[in-house]
């Protein structure tokens, strides 16, 4: 089992910036790719961002390319989503989720194939 803790979440002026994190438990975080999807009220979850086991891979929704930076340092158990120039369009609760290599495949945009899941953190951009 894999418990992951989001924190960083807030509000937040439109062009401003947060980061987020994701502390996971467990001695196994190296062989997880891991995600960040959000969901607005009224929307499916979506895929924002995901990072490959060893970090060397990144991948994005369209939405979010050039503002967020997704990295992670598995001597922390931590994953982090770094966004800037915030926009009102990307309010939502944001959940990091963990996914066995094996069952995902790069570029990790499944996630129907994500294990384990966040309780999610509140991000609000105002215009």
């Known amino acids: 089992q894999v418990q992951l803790v989001e924190s960083g979440g807030g509000l937040v002026q439109a062009g401003g910036s947060l980061r987020l994190s994701c502390v996971a438990s467990?001695?196994?975080?190296?062989?997880?790719?891991m995600g960040w999807f959000r969901q607005a009220p009224g929307k499916e979850r979506e895929f924002v961002a995901a990072?490959?086991?060893?970090?060397?891979?990144?991948y994005y929704a369209d939405s979010v390319k050039g503002r967020f930076t997704i990295s992670r340092d598995n001597a922390k158990n931590t994953v982090y989503l770094q966004m800037i120039s915030l926009k009102a369009e990307d309010t939502a609760v944001y959940s990091c989720?963990?996914?066995?290599?094996?069952?995902?495949?790069?570029?990790?945009?499944?996630?129907?194939?994500?294990?384990?899941w966040g309780q999610g953190t509140q991000v609000t951009v105002s215009a």
């Open positions: 467990g001695r196994t975080f190296s062989s997880y790719a």
């Open positions: 990072v490959s086991p060893g970090g060397g891979r990144a």
């Open positions: 989720a963990a996914c066995v290599v094996g069952r995902c495949t790069a570029p990790y945009l499944n996630k129907g194939k994500y294990d384990y």
